[in-house]
């Protein structure tokens, strides 16, 4: 029901519908014929993608997956940027998370089921950012936001860990934690990170290992977590450093790397007494470790610090105290000084009575 439709005016009759008097309430029936699915694929309202016909089945590709796509990406405006896949060009085939595309394709695609068409709209941020690139047909101005109108025509997802062989796991990982180095020694540390917590999971402590590899497999686990460590150092992720270093010393706990970034962690959280711990532990093991000495040093001069601090914190806090403690007892002397004057009164108060009454018996 939608009272006032056409407000005071109406609507004079037409072909197709009638005379609407002034002021009506209009009753519509309405029927849901279709509708397209529009999903925030980041989480962050800046890569969506709208999905026009859905795919053959629910599986996606996901991360790793192999793609083959084509599309059409335009600006805005409509200007047509590039294609992949049509007027007998082939398609584009790429491996996800593998920063081949643009990272809000790349995403995008990920989730696509195979037959899916859909329309895939990305901000700058995940596009080509804030510089001018050329493209196939068009070039990309500055800040732009890009449409892509993209069919999943197949995919091959990344072989699972629980359809290897052991041989294949430690295999995989093993390609996985290099694939971590390189990304690392570019700067990438976020994406290197995922790639050591990828090979570790193929090499979990849930899978079964031939005694004759079950070396090799903890040497594999304890650097991808010392790495991993690393990169969450880089990313200012303390926590996380902390928690990858305690996993390598559960099981080395002399590992001299383990406790000295463990303590590096420690000192940006704080947390002295326990940097301090792990500084000793390492010397103990390498006493004349360069690195490990020259982070002792930064320690004690990080404690020296803390202690002036709290120093000039307690003298603050006892002054204050000092400070209250004298307003309390000047206030104690003022009130039994009130009260000695006021007693004062009331006793000569007292006695002007008894002296008003002799006088009158007198009389």
Not at 79 to 97: A, N, R, S
Not at 154 to 166: C, G, I, L, R, T
Not at 284 to 309: A, F, T, Y
Not at 327 to 354: F, P, S, Y
Request: proline share 2%; with cysteine; hydrophobic share 35%.
């Amino acid at each position: 029901m939608i009272a006032d439709a056409f407000g005071e005016v109406g609507r004079d009759a037409d072909n197709e519908f009638g005379l609407i008097p002034p002021s009506s309430v209009l009753s519509i029936d309405l029927e849901l014929v279709s509708f397209k699915p529009v999903i925030d694929v980041t989480g962050d309202s800046k890569v969506f993608k709208k999905i026009l016909v859905e795919g053959a089945d629910t599986i996606a590709a996901s991360e790793g997956a192999t793609v083959t796509v084509r599309y059409t990406a335009k600006l805005e405006d409509g200007t047509i940027l590039e294609k992949k896949g049509f007027d007998g060009e082939d398609p584009l085939q790429f491996v996800t998370d593998e920063e081949q595309v643009i990272s809000g394709l790349d995403q995008a695609v990920a989730t696509m089921t195979k037959g899916e068409q859909s329309i895939v709209t990305i901000h700058p941020e995940y596009g080509y950012g804030s510089i001018e690139v050329k493209r196939d047909i068009s070039i990309v101005p500055p800040n732009s936001n890009i449409i892509y109108e993209v069919e999943m025509l197949d995919f091959v997802k990344e072989k699972a860990s629980w359809e290897m062989s052991e041989q294949e796991k430690i295999e995989t990982a093993g390609r996985k934690k290099e694939e971590g180095n390189l990304l690392f020694k570019s700067g990438k540390y976020q994406r290197a990170g995922k790639k050591y917590d990828k090979a570790v999971d193929y090499i979990s402590e849930d899978g079964y290992f031939g005694d004759g590899d079950h070396k090799v497999v903890k040497a594999l686990r304890v650097s991808c977590w010392l790495n991993g460590a690393a990169c969450c150092l880089k990313l200012n992720n303390f926590n996380g450093a902390i928690e990858l270093c305690s996993k390598v010393l559960d099981i080395e706990f002399h590992n001299v790397k383990a406790l000295y970034r463990r303590a590096q962690a420690y000192m940006e959280t704080a947390d002295l007494v326990l940097a301090e711990l792990d500084i000793k532990k390492a010397l103990e093991v390498e006493p004349q470790n360069r690195e490990v000495k020259l982070m002792q040093k930064n320690l004690k001069q990080l404690q020296g610090e803390s202690n002036k601090r709290d120093a000039t914190l307690y003298t603050n806090m006892f002054a204050h105290m000092r400070n209250d403690f004298s307003i309390a007892t000047k206030k104690l002397k003022v009130e039994k000084a009130e009260d000695k004057k006021g007693d004062a009164e009331v006793v000569a108060a007292e006695m002007g009575k008894v002296a008003v009454s002799s006088d009158s018996n007198g009389c």
